[in-house]
């Protein structure tokens, strides 16, 4: 079965970066697409960013653009998220997630993923 697990969360200040890794096994890591999603206490889950199995493309919602950078090494079945100049805004449990299918283009539909990963908390103090 696919296990997503995600790590490098923590308790930083606005300005900080982080690295996110979301470590992932059971089934061909290469073959699919994977996303970034965050959930924030009180309010829906929502997407942050997405990139294609072969890590060409990426898609980002507006307001992580510029700051936040996702990526994939196939090699180490491991998807990344760096966030450079965190807000307090950006505090929330953040969740890796696997495409259902191995489309060529990153998507931002919840629907379109079928394996979630147990989220790791980010925590931004102003």
């Known amino acids: 079965q696919v296990q997503l697990v995600e790590s490098g969360g923590g308790l930083v200040q606005a300005g900080d970066s982080l690295r996110l890794s979301c470590a992932a096994s059971?089934?061909?890591?290469?073959?699919?697409?994977m996303g970034w999603f965050r959930q924030a206490p009180g309010k829906e889950r929502e997407f942050v960013a997405a990139?294609?199995?072969?890590?060409?493309?990426?898609l980002y919602a507006e307001f992580v653009k510029g700051r936040f950078t996702i990526s994939r090494d196939n090699a180490k079945n491991t998807l990344y998220l760096q966030m450079n100049s965190l807000k307090p805004e950006d505090t929330a449990v953040y969740y890796c997630a696997q495409s259902s299918e191995p489309t060529p283009l990153p998507t931002r539909r919840q629907y379109d993923y079928d394996y979630w990963g147990q989220g790791t908390q980010v925590t931004v103090s102003s």
């Open positions: 059971g089934r061909t890591f290469s073959s699919y697409g």
């Open positions: 990139i294609t199995w072969r890590g060409d493309i990426s």
